[in-house]
């Protein structure tokens, strides 16, 4: 049998953890020659993961800088992609998500007559500034794409009112596949002061915070009010693992240090901050990923944000939106904070966006596509 060869291309943290168990996947099949490229996009965030999941990239473009503009990142990644793809010759690439290296990627590949999939397909919120780039990045993966992998029904809708209906599978999204490796009932974390926090009976708010829309006023803002939050409430312990970027950096270290109960702490492994997440009161973040895993944990989710492209899980009332207010974010998460019935109204655990079987249907859906298997995989809900 001619093995299909296929070609995972990644760069940064979010889209490791999303493309490992994918990767994997592809790996263990016999019909499948699998081929990993990272960006490095990020490097120390990226290697973590790739660490956890004990995956050997075949190709590492090593593009990063410290603060890195998108152009930078996108015509680097567009070069090094160029040559790779011309050295591997791929039947198809996967691309992930709407990163400056998924776009890049992308592109790369149309360039060189390569077919692309898109897991991650079909988020939108129809404002081209926010998340910036983001929202473009994917509109215009969409737009190159041969393979759309949706995590849910209201992505594929998106792809619908855009004309896109060839190609494209419900499959759940694989950060559930992810999770359910690395979240364990005893788990015991690397730092010892985690293992001592009295997870009980302290109220642990896990906060992450990066976007690039956020940099500046927002970011002032959202800082301020998780100080505010933390003076308000002497039973909050605030854990925020502080993304590596100089300009979140900054603003965490300005606005947060010094507070006894505020711990600034380096990026956490994957594994790490899943079963962090699992033992903590709240979750509080403008990133895309946590606020998929978080309600598939049973913990409420305060989102830093203006919009979100993943309605699934405000629908199911597990997350909301707070904003980038200072008194927004304040009032919302003080709510949550002293009144147990609003709180018990958010946490329970949803799972909107996977099902953990993500990744072998994306792996059936390639292989009906390329002719072997006669079937094509069950939606994912179905
Ligand atoms: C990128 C993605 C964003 C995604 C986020 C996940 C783009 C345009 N943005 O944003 O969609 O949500 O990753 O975290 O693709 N850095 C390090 N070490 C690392 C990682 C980053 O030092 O391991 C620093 C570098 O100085 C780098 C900066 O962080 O220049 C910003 O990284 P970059 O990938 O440009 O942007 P993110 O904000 O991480
Ligand atoms: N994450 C992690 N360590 C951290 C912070 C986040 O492993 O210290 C994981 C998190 O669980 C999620 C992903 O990184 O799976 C989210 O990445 P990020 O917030 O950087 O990007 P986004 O999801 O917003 O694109």
């Given at each position: 049998m001619n093995k299909i060869k296929v070609m995972t291309i990644f760069g940064t943290r979010p889209e490791a953890i999303k493309m490992a168990p994918l990767a994997l996947e592809l790996a263990s099949r016999p019909e499948f020659e699998a081929l990993c490229c990272v960006t490095a996009q990020h490097r120390e965030m990226l290697d973590s993961v790739l660490n956890i999941f004990k995956l050997k990239p075949d190709y590492d473009l090593n593009i990063m800088q410290p603060r890195q503009t998108l152009s930078a990142i996108t015509s680097k990644c567009l070069l090094g992609v160029e040559e790779v793809l011309h050295e591997a010759k791929p039947d198809l690439v996967l691309v992930h998500g709407d990163t400056s290296t998924t776009f890049a990627g992308a592109l790369a590949a149309f360039y060189s007559h390569t077919a692309v999939g898109h897991v991650e397909a079909g988020l939108r919120t129809y404002d081209k500034w926010s998340p910036f780039p983001e929202e473009m990045n994917r509109k215009m993966v969409g737009a190159i794409a041969d393979l759309h992998f949706c995590p849910t029904v209201a992505n594929r809708d998106n792809l619908a009112r855009e004309n896109i209906t060839k190609g494209v599978f419900l499959t759940g999204n694989t950060v559930i596949d992810a999770l359910q490796t690395t979240v364990v009932k005893d788990f015991t974390f690397a730092e010892d002061a985690l293992n001592q926090i009295d997870y009980v009976n302290r109220k642990v708010i896990l906060v992450t915070c990066h976007r690039r829309e956020n940099y500046g006023q927002p970011m002032t803002n959202i800082m301020t009010a998780l100080r505010r939050?933390?003076?308000?409430?002497?039973?909050?312990?605030?854990?925020?693992?502080?993304?590596?970027?100089?300009?979140?950096?900054?603003?965490?270290?300005?606005?947060?240090?010094?507070?006894?109960?505020?711990?600034?702490?380096?990026?956490?492994?994957?594994?790490?901050?899943?079963?962090?997440?699992?033992?903590?009161?709240?979750?509080?973040?403008?990133?895309?990923?946590?606020?998929?895993?978080?309600?598939?944990?049973?913990?409420?989710?305060?989102?830093?944000?203006?919009?979100?492209?993943?309605?699934?899980?405000?629908?199911?009332?597990?997350?909301?939106?707070?904003?980038?207010?200072?008194?927004?974010?304040?009032?919302?998460?003080?709510?949550?904070?002293?009144?147990?019935?609003?709180?018990?109204?958010?946490?329970?655990?949803?799972?909107?966006y996977g099902d953990g079987q993500a990744c072998s249907r994306i792996a059936d859906a390639i292989a009906w596509h390329f002719g072997l298997r006669e079937t094509a995989p069950e939606p994912f809900g179905a």
């Open positions: 939050i933390a003076d308000a409430f002497p039973q909050v312990e605030l854990i925020y693992p502080v993304h590596l970027s100089p300009v979140v950096q900054e603003a965490a270290h300005k606005y947060l240090d010094g507070h006894p109960r505020i711990h600034l702490i380096a990026p956490l492994a994957v594994d790490e901050m899943h079963n962090l997440m699992a033992r903590c009161h709240l979750v509080m973040t403008d990133s895309g990923g946590l606020q998929e895993e978080a309600p598939a944990l049973g913990k409420p989710v305060l989102v830093l944000r203006k919009e979100t492209e993943r309605p699934e899980a405000v629908a199911a009332g597990t997350v909301r939106l707070a904003g980038v207010e200072e008194e927004d974010i304040f009032s919302m998460a003080s709510e949550l904070l002293s009144n147990q019935a609003e709180y018990d109204k958010m946490a329970h655990a949803v799972n909107p």
